[in-house]
């Protein structure tokens, strides 16, 4: 969906010869063999049907998230006018967040009886962690170098409402701004070049470490304040795998 050239250091399945549009089959398949597998090893668990319709209602949030992400993004209608950093949020929110961070820890928890309900903290934190990991991913898909991120960037290229993009148009100026319309969102080696060096800058790059430096201590924070240690010291194991990662 977003004509990418590699996923994880490897070219991206679509197009792989022979493979091509027959990718849209092979996704069905694999998205189907999580059923297949709930249904293997859970199914005489009191649990099972709360664990079937976790994973009914991330995919939706996911697949909602990646639908949002695309119409923003839509190539006939580049405006960098819709741009805003709620935009953003609700994005990440729902297309990297739930499924990324929030569902592994839903499934401990169902898994030890736990009723998610009494546990909105929890989500709340996994949430803005998952957030605060695609803002990483955003600044990466800029400034790391692709042999150790694993992937070719092309936010830029690809117009994405990315951080980085919603964060210059708050600091641009309107000549500035001026260089970001024209030159966002298009795939030339030399547009590209024109909006890096625009980021570095409006020091970008610094606005992205002092993001990280605030995210981290607000969820030390919040993690901190929760009444059990167990949740804590899984929280705090999610966060330290995160935080100030290169890839």
């Not at 399945?13 to 996704?27: E, H, Q, S, Y």
């Not at 405006?79 to 592994?104: C, G, M, N, W």
């Amino acid at each position: 969906m977003d004509n990418s050239v590699t996923r994880r250091g490897q070219p991206c399945w679509f197009r792989k010869p022979k493979v091509g549009m027959i990718a849209i089959n092979d996704g069905i398949l694999l998205r189907n063999h999580i059923h297949r597998i709930l249904k293997k090893h859970f199914r005489e668990m009191p649990y099972y049907v709360d664990l079937v319709d976790l994973f009914n209602e991330v995919e939706f949030q996911t697949a909602c998230g990646q639908m949002i992400d695309l119409i923003t993004t839509f190539d006939g209608e580049k405006d960098l006018s819709k741009y805003s950093l709620q935009i953003h949020r609700r994005i990440v929110e729902y297309k990297t967040a739930y499924y990324s961070f929030y569902l592994p820890v839903a499934c401990a928890l169902l898994m030890a009886g736990e009723n998610l309900e009494n546990h909105t903290d929890v989500k709340t934190v996994l949430v803005d962690m998952g957030i605060y990991f695609q803002v990483q991913d955003d600044y990466l898909d800029c400034f790391a170098d692709p042999e150790t991120l694993g992937k070719i960037g092309t936010d830029i290229e690809d117009f994405k409402c990315s951080w980085l993009v919603v964060k210059a148009l708050e600091r641009c100026s309107e000549e500035q701004t001026k260089i970001l319309y024209e030159n966002y969102g298009k795939a030339e080696p030399s547009n590209v070049a024109k909006v890096k060096a625009l980021y570095k800058e409006l020091d970008l790059e610094g606005a992205f470490m002092e993001y990280e430096k605030e995210s981290y201590e607000k969820l030390t924070k919040l993690i901190e304040a929760h009444q059990s240690k167990a949740i804590q010291a899984v929280l705090k194991s999610f966060l330290a795998k995160i935080y100030k990662r290169q890839k």
